[in-house]
């Protein structure tokens, strides 16, 4: 059997079995890949406190020709993000990452801007600003996949923004569009409303470089519609919940009784 070595990063890890574990990893060589780990549950020494979720690792590997699931052999531990597991907001900026990854990464295909853009999100979430650096990494994660946000002007007649105009987002078009040709749809699902203090802030988040994605930051409004916005149009895309999304939304309704 080949063995083979990567950097990765844990998106999820159940329990198979008495003694085994199963891991998803999104490596930087192999894309995203599911390995077991045997006998780590028992494991005092190969695998402690490295199997958890959102560490990243330099993992060693070896094929199985009877399975698309690899085997893990050793794991050294590269960050351990402790702040992801204690910080309840942390984790669950953190989760919503590992979900979206696990349903968009691609088996044993490699992606460099992929795997930089989520090592990026993970360490930010730990360290900074959680909310932002999620809608951040929502925002780069879309046009990598190659759903370029049109945000500019309205997809159906073209009308570029402007005071006075309301536009919200249509998940359908992957862009905005002026209410005169929503002509009172904004009920319907997949389409969410826009100030446009949010609809520039996003333009302006696309627009700036990696080294300076840490220092922007949402208002308060733009952070609830810019989330508004990619968990429509991530279930539009999908055609699925993300569950995630629902335990982060419950978390911030909680925040505004405190």
């Not at 199963?22 to 894309?31: H, M, P, S």
């Not at 759903?147 to 923004?161: A, G, I, M, P, R």
């Not at 919200?168 to 005169?180: K, L, M």
């Not at 040709?181 to 446009?196: D, F, P, T, V, W």
Request: with cysteine; proline share 2%.
């Amino acid at each position: 059997m080949a063995v083979h070595e990567s950097e990765a990063i844990v998106l999820k890890v159940f329990d198979h079995g008495e003694s085994d574990k199963i891991i998803v990893f999104l490596t930087a060589q192999f894309g995203k890949l599911t390995a077991i780990a045997k006998g780590a549950k028992r494991s005092k020494i190969r695998f402690v406190g490295k199997l958890e979720l959102f560490t990243r690792l330099n993992i060693r590997f070896a094929d199985n020709k009877y399975s698309t699931m690899v085997r893990i052999d050793e794991a050294e531990l590269l960050a351990p993000y402790p702040a992801l597991r204690k910080d309840y907001e942390r984790f669950l900026c953190a989760n919503l990452v590992s979900e979206l990854l696990i349903n968009w990464a691609t088996n044993n295909d490699q992606d460099d801007n992929l795997y930089n853009l989520a090592t990026w999100a993970i360490t930010q979430i730990a360290n900074d600003n959680p909310l932002s650096s999620l809608l951040l990494f929502q925002l780069h994660l879309l046009t990598i996949l190659g759903f370029h946000l049109h945000l500019s002007s309205c997809t159906l007649c073209n009308k570029e923004l402007q005071p006075g105009v309301d536009f919200s987002f249509v998940a359908e078009n992957n862009g905005i569009a002026c209410t005169n040709c929503l002509k009172g749809n904004l009920e319907e699902n997949h389409i969410i409303a826009l100030s446009m203090g949010s609809l520039k802030l996003l333009e302006k988040a696309r627009q700036i470089t990696i080294d300076k994605w840490p220092r922007f930051h949402f208002s308060k409004n733009s952070l609830r519609e810019v989330t508004m916005l990619f968990k429509c149009h991530n279930q539009y895309l999908l055609q699925r919940d993300v569950i995630s999304w629902q335990h982060l939304e419950d978390h911030l309704r909680n925040m505004k009784k405190m």
